[in-house]
């Protein structure tokens, strides 16, 4: 173990890159037959041979505003002044007020005045994990490489167990979830998904009592796959229909059908498995290499084109279609159209659950509400991904902590190489 070290007087010394390359191979080694409770102690032990004092994990909750650390167990018998230290060390923190939220809220690396204490985001991709907490001796640029690498292995290591160790799903969760929510969790794609090309990303509420909203994103030969189906009803059968929708809608893609034969299998599904259960839908194809955008919207509010810091009026509206489930889809299919976006053009989906949300003197929080706060979120700097965390946040607010109907949002961003 001591071989391993590279500590210096004056703090962390160079780490030799063969010296780190062998620290982390002996992490994912042993990763393997790691439980989800071992790993948080692996990368701490990691972290000490690459000469580091100590390592903290944390994973965002599904409402990222908190984040909860993971129960580290102790290898060896801590110092009196570590000991001390973790007695300090918060159980969770405010993603909006600590160090570590603004680490995890701008995807950079926030060092402690004193250089001993670094918050090193947690990115799967471009999906926001959490943040590994790193302790060190005058943390330096080359100590701070390592600890991003070490962050990167640990954020693998963690998204890998988390689809079979309760553990790592249940310090997402702040409460229990109802069984329609458990449902359509388990169909859902991450929330953020991107390229050198193209971003998606979405949020969805009530995070833990979701009923009828759903969505998913998939990049495949050159072409970003966007759904938001929007089920009516907020109940198990309402989940169900949406969950039988997004597995119908990728059957049909991964059959190789284009956005037409998507909206007709759903509208078989529902016909055949859940009748009498009406489901509003856009499905939309962007062309990542040239930006040409096409879409089928039945019965959904219309996509949102957002250019260069202004809504575009009616770019993308079109003639109402008629919603899924009708059963006038599966002899005549659905009409698509199509737009050319430019660089740097985003496009907003949502359900109306977000437009019709009711503060408690009755004002609708609206569309010009909705994409004014993106676009400020975004003029700021925000990432998307955290433009739409603001928004939900201030949704919420809006309505007093208590959604009455779903409300999901998703964001596409066209940003083509030269």
């Known amino acids: 173990m001591a071989g391993f070290q590279a500590q210096t007087e004056g703090g962390v010394g160079p780490v030799a890159g063969a010296r780190t390359g062998a620290v982390l191979a002996w992490v994912l080694e042993r990763s393997h037959e790691a439980s989800a409770l071992q790993v948080p102690a692996l990368i701490d032990e990691a972290a000490r041979r690459l000469g580091l004092t100590g390592t903290h994990l944390y994973l965002a909750d599904l409402r990222q505003t908190r984040l909860r650390a993971l129960p580290q167990l102790a290898t060896r018998r801590p110092s009196t002044a570590e000991a001390a230290e973790a007695g300090e060390r918060a159980e969770a923190l405010d993603v909006d007020a600590s160090l570590g939220g603004l680490a995890y809220r701008d995807q950079q690396v926030q060092l402690s005045r004193d250089h001993t204490t670094a918050w090193v985001p947690m990115v799967d991709g471009v999906e926001r994990v959490g943040v590994m907490r790193v302790t060190g001796t005058a943390l330096d640029e080359r100590a701070l490489d390592v600890c991003r690498t070490l962050a990167a292995l640990a954020t693998l290591v963690v998204v890998s167990k988390s689809t079979h160790h309760d553990l790592l799903v249940l310090r997402a969760r702040s409460r229990p979830m109802t069984l329609q929510a458990e449902l359509l969790w388990a169909f859902l794609p991450p929330r953020t998904i991107g390229t050198s090309q193209a971003t998606s990303t979405a949020v969805l509420e009530p995070a833990y009592d979701i009923g009828g909203d759903a969505f998913d994103h ?164 925000a990432t998307a991904p955290e433009a739409l965390r603001r928004l939900v946040l201030d949704l919420l607010t809006h309505q007093d902590q208590r959604l009455h109907d779903d409300a999901t949002i998703l964001l596409c961003e066209w940003h083509p190489t030269a």
């Open 218 to 381: 998939n990049f495949s030969d050159g072409l970003l796959q966007l759904t938001l189906l929007d089920a009516m009803g907020h109940d198990l059968a309402a989940g169900g229909a949406s969950a039988a929708g997004l597995a119908a809608c990728r059957a049909a893609r991964r059959a190789g059908g284009g956005l037409t034969d998507m909206a007709t299998a759903i509208e078989r599904t529902l016909r055949q498995w859940v009748p009498d259960r009406l489901m509003t839908g856009v499905l939309a194809r962007l062309d990542t290499s040239r930006g040409e955008f096409a879409w089928i919207n039945c019965g959904h509010p219309p996509p949102l084109l957002i250019r260069e810091g202004h809504v575009v009026p009616a770019a993308l509206e079109r003639p109402v279609q008629l919603p899924l489930g009708l059963g006038f889809h599966t002899d005549a299919p659905p009409r698509w159209d199509r737009a050319r976006l430019q660089p740097g053009d985003r496009v907003l989906l949502y359900s109306d659950g977000v437009t019709e949300a009711r503060s408690g003197a009755g004002d609708l929080f609206g569309e010009e509400r909705l994409t004014d706060t993106v676009i400020r979120s975004m003029a700021s700097g």
